[in-house]
């Protein structure tokens, strides 16, 4: 049986990684540095502000570093720390159960 | 290269489980059928009209049953589905890295 501490780990990381986006920017970030455009062109759905916030938050926490070309004009890149790479198996079990529920989905709707 | 199309089923799945306590409410359903208060008990953090969006929202999607036994009081029950029941591998996959994270950090913490 299950007990919940205040300190629960899951608890925890979904303090961090709930919200529509942050596994869905990690899920991009694992194929390699972008840029921000990139990422918002990548992400429709997401606002310039959301997509701001939601990368300092992640770069806070440790899983997401920003690195700042100096050039004209500036040019900042978003990559995966370490610590990032390690949510590789959270973003393909969900990417996994993602698919297969669209495909119930469709099979539901087309037997409708 | 990963390109996004707007029915993209990683976006879908998070819009659904995005969000601090879906993915922990999915978690504690795992072991069996809970009432509304038990979950609250497991979940201090979360108020009880979260907790009945949260589940009105999971009920919806189809991945929690509601059942109502007409007694006095009446008691309500929440269980996973079929369908509920096939995030055990996004909750596995989250609650291990929940644990390794808290890990790390301790050990960041008492090094410091």
């Known amino acids: 049986m299950k007990e919940s501490v205040s300190g629960c780990p899951m608890e925890d990381a979904m303090r961090l990684l709930g919200g529509r986006w942050r596994i869905v920017l990690i899920y991009y970030l694992l194929d390699g540095t972008r840029r921000f455009s990139e990422l918002r062109r990548l992400m429709p759905g997401i606002s310039q502000r959301m997509l701001t916030l939601d990368l300092r938050a992640l770069e806070e926490a440790g899983f997401v570093s920003r690195t700042i070309h100096p050039e004209v004009p500036v040019r900042v890149e ?8 390690r949510l590789r198996a959270v973003v393909d079990a969900l990417g996994e159960f993602g ?3 669209a495909e119930r989905r469709q099979r539901q709707a087309a037997a409708a």
């Open 78 to 85: 978003y990559a995966l720390t370490e610590e990032g790479h």
């Open 99 to 101: 698919e297969r529920w």
